[in-house]
């Protein structure tokens, strides 16, 4: 069904959680707001991902691709419900808050999937060649 370890997702999510904490730990040089700023960032695109990767991997016996299908839309919708309500609570909550120093740690951790793929490419033919 999918190629894709669970192991290989975990690993994956404990990657983007940990460089969030590193994130934050590089932009605490900048000031403690910053650094409270940049590792809310980083925690909200870290959770949601692992949300979406538990609802989609929990349920790994459906076989109809429709099933599929359905199971990735519903995760979807519930990542970005999610998204929304943690990006409320921390414009709630944390006061001082540092915009460009959350969206960016957002923006960089929701890139490392995408930047994973790019790079470690285990597949028979290696297509940038």
């Avoid at 692992?50 to 989609?56: D, I, L, Q, S």
């Avoid at 016996?61 to 519930?78: D, P, W």
């Avoid at 001082?96 to 890139?111: D, F, G, K």
């Amino acid at each position: 069904m999918l190629k894709t370890g669970t192991t290989q997702i975990k690993k994956l999510l404990l990657i983007q959680f940990i460089l969030s904490l590193f994130i934050g730990a590089v932009s605490g040089l900048l000031g403690y707001t910053e650094a409270v700023s940049a590792i809310a960032g980083g925690l909200i695109a870290s959770l949601t991902n692992g949300y979406f990767a538990w609802k989609v991997f929990a349920k790994q016996q459906e076989t109809e691709s429709a099933q599929i299908l359905s199971t990735y839309y519903r995760a979807e919708v519930g990542k970005i419900i999610l998204t929304v309500m943690l990006f409320v609570f921390v414009f709630n909550t944390i006061k001082p808050l540092s915009v460009i120093a959350l969206m960016s740690a957002y923006l960089l951790i929701t890139m490392i999937p995408w930047l994973a793929s790019f790079f470690v490419n285990d597949d028979d033919k290696n297509w940038r060649e």
